[in-house]
């Protein structure tokens, strides 16, 4: 390959966001709540992750799950939000927010935008719900946005990979395009089939929990269960074989 490909891994603890960075990763996007496709994190563990990484923190800034249109409050929120992950050291943020036609929301991306800088602003799979892909990449263009995440508006990035290349190319280096989704087997296949130079990746593994007493009659969540007794946690291993995989 021509040169480096820059490896994001997508983390919901601290400790996950620490494996990251055994494994090789050149940067983690810390989130809460992976489940709903990534919430913002607490200020703790933006703090925590800071205090224990040497590669770039992004920080995820979304109130909560579901679509993309937010409303007044959740903007003052998401303002507020940034402000702390600027202050407690990450290197940037990442947002996205749609209007109810399903356009970019350029005015109040601007305002996020403004708010973060210096730190970079990475425009997340919110793109993949947009109406028009190439209309939302000329918009974040000329918003000044780094790095667009997204699977080619498809569910898999396998499926979107068409879209995803047309992406790159009509970027022409104004605007990285990031592919996310990408596994030991398939990133080096992404990479080659989209010209992209960054690449989106998770690679868990299940890790069970130390609890001996366990009541099967009780459960935390809502109606989509999670184990109750076992989570993810990044795997170092899967994201070195990544690394080497794009080496």
Not at 98 to 120: K, M, N
Not at 174 to 198: K, L, Q, W, Y
Request: glycine share 8%.
């Amino acid at each position: 390959m021509e040169s480096k490909v820059t490896v994001e891994v997508c983390v919901d603890s601290v400790a996950s966001a620490v494996a990251a960075q055994e494994g090789g990763a050149s940067r983690v996007e810390l989130c809460d709540n992976l489940i709903e496709g990534g919430t913002t994190p607490s200020a703790g563990a933006i703090e925590v992750a800071r205090s224990r990484l040497e590669i770039d923190l992004n920080v995820i800034v979304r109130p909560r799950g579901s679509d993309f249109c937010y409303s007044d409050l959740e903007l003052e929120v998401m303002k507020r939000d940034v402000a702390v992950a600027k202050s407690l050291g990450a290197n940037g943020i990442v947002i996205g927010l749609l209007t109810e036609d399903g356009s970019i929301h350029a005015e109040r991306t601007r305002a996020l935008v403004e708010l973060a800088r210096p730190l970079s602003v990475t425009f997340h799979r919110a793109f993949d719900m947009s109406r028009d892909a190439f209309e939302a990449l000329e918009a974040l263009v000329s918003l000044g946005i780094d790095r667009v995440l997204t699977t080619g508006q498809e569910d898999v990035v396998w499926e979107g990979l068409e879209l995803i290349a047309e992406l790159v190319k009509r970027a022409d280096g104004r605007i990285a395009i990031m592919p996310g989704g990408g596994s030991e087997r398939n990133a080096r296949a992404i990479v080659e089939r989209t010209g992209a130079r960054e690449v989106h990746v998770v690679g868990t593994r299940r890790v069970e929990s130390r609890m001996r007493h366990r009541n099967p009659r009780c459960f935390m969540g809502g109606a989509l269960r999670a184990p109750e007794y076992s989570w993810a946690v990044t795997d170092p291993a899967s994201i070195r074989g990544i690394v080497d995989a794009l080496a």
